[in-house]
């Protein structure tokens, strides 16, 4: 029997009865876009990420561009994030016209690295370090970037900081005895509502938490064609709204979202110690943070023989991410060539996605650890690591727009 990477049915069986009635309401206000249900998900969500404001918009791409305009940064700007994430990230930057400079990651967690980033800030002469306006660190795979550091260093360069928290859905960060939210840090947090996400809609949406009122103003004159009232117009905004739809269907799920990723997090805890004795080793999860675990991320060099192997067995898996960023055609224009970024690039060679839903039970983790091990334990297996011929079956477990 198939082991799906996400199952979203299974999440729909639960949360059916309360969609179908806040549809009624959608349907019976017929207010389709904005509206009472956007209203209130801003609120709920705010509410639960324990921040001043959110602003719904219509994608995580979109959450990242209007966060970053609304903070200023535009052309001739210079925005540092790191290779290895989801191309979003970094086309959210160039459609500001700023330029997306590349620090590498941290190879035990995925991401950004705090030495990476100081050296790369300390190595610029002061003329060019004015043009670097922001960061944008991203929480890969639902763990929290190391957030509280890179505010230090974001205050001492006089930088802001967004964070990329499409993946981070209730992951938690210690703060001093506090545990707090991911995307509530930063001078902005950035969210995806995509299907397959943690807190996924039925359709695409995003959001931008903010503590910041001015911001969180200026976010919304730009989300929604520069408005004050329907037709008073203060900026050429753009149209960037989350549907009702969507927002219904986001409420319900909000109300399931903790439970929804303590469930991850056993299966996760389940996944780490029957892997513990085979050479698979998961992504680390430092002392001071909980992951939402978005996916389960092991890396191993014989990926694409453990990949082939699930496939084969109908258990889906997924490469996050068979290319890093730098090595993008699409990016090919920033000059970056292959060594650059050593860790992102391992991790790319090596990393794979196994199946991580709430709904995923005991039999299927212990299916496809033991399939993970049936190769592992077999002697001279070819090493995997062709990352830029990864076939496209690959995307079909998809976590991503
Ligand atoms: C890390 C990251 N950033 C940004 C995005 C963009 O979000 P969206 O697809 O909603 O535009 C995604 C979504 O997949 C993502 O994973």
């Known amino acids: 029997m198939k082991i799906k990477f996400v199952d979203l049915a299974a999440q729909n069986l639960e949360i059916s009865e309360r969609v179908a009635f806040e549809m009624e309401s959608v349907h019976s206000a017929t207010s389709y876009v904005g509206g009472h249900q956007v209203e209130s998900f801003e609120r709920e969500?705010?509410?639960?990420?324990?921040?001043k404001r959110v602003i719904a918009v219509a994608n995580g791409t979109d959450a990242l561009r209007i966060a970053l305009l609304a903070l200023g940064v535009g052309p001739g700007?210079?925005?540092?994030?790191?290779?290895?994430t989801f191309i979003a990230t970094a086309a959210s930057i160039v459609q500001t016209g700023a330029r997306p400079k590349f620090v590498?990651?941290?190879?035990?967690?995925?991401?950004?690295?705090?030495?990476?980033?100081?050296s790369f800030l300390e190595s610029l002469p002061?003329?060019?370090?004015?043009?670097?306006?922001?960061?944008?660190?991203v929480h890969l795979y639902g763990l929290p970037a190391p957030i509280v550091e890179l505010k230090e260093i974001a205050a001492e360069f006089n930088l802001k900081l967004v964070e990329d928290a499409c993946q981070a859905h209730g992951a938690r960060i210690r703060t001093g005895n506090q545990m707090v939210m991911a995307g509530t840090v930063g001078d902005v947090g950035c969210f995806s509502f995509y299907p397959g996400k943690n807190l996924g809609a039925w359709g695409d949406g995003g959001a931008v938490a903010t503590n910041d009122e001015e911001l969180a103003q200026r976010i919304s004159l730009l989300s929604n064609h520069g408005r004050l009232s329907h037709y008073a117009h203060e900026i050429c905004g753009y149209n960037s709204r989350l549907d009702s739809i969507q927002a219904a269907v986001l409420r319900a799920k909000l109300e399931k979202l903790d439970e929804w990723n303590e469930r991850r997090r056993?299966?996760?805890?389940a996944y780490r110690e029957l892997l513990s004795p085979l050479d698979a080793q998961p992504i680390l999860e430092p002392a001071d943070?909980?992951?939402?675990?978005?996916?389960?991320?092991?890396?191993?060099?014989?990926?694409d023989a453990?990949?082939?192997?699930?496939?084969?067995?109908e258990i889906e898996c997924g490469i996050h991410y068979p290319v890093p960023l730098h090595l993008q055609p699409a990016l090919a224009y920033l000059g970056y060539r292959a060594g650059d970024f050593p860790a992102s690039e391992a991790l790319a060679d090596t990393t794979l996605s196994l199946p991580m839903h709430p709904h995923l039970d005991g039999q299927e983790i212990l299916r496809t650890v033991q399939t993970v091990a049936s190769v592992l334990t077999q002697a001279n297996e070819p090493l995997a690591a062709q990352r830029?011929?990864?076939?496209?079956?690959?995307?079909?477990?998809?976590?991503d727009a």
């Open 77 to 84: 700007d210079e925005v540092v994030t790191v290779p290895m």
């Open 104 to 118: 590498d990651i941290d190879p035990a967690t995925g991401n950004m690295s705090i030495p990476a980033l100081r």
């Open 266 to 269: 056993v299966i996760a805890a």
């Open 289 to 303: 943070v909980q992951s939402c675990y978005h996916l389960f991320v092991i890396r191993s060099a014989r990926r």
């Open 45 to 51: 969500f705010a509410e639960f990420l324990n921040v």
């Open 306 to 313: 453990i990949r082939n192997a699930l496939l084969q067995k």
């Open 126 to 137: 002061r003329t060019e370090r004015r043009a670097v306006r922001a960061i944008v660190p």
């Open 388 to 399: 830029r011929n990864a076939s496209p079956a690959v995307g079909s477990a998809s976590s």
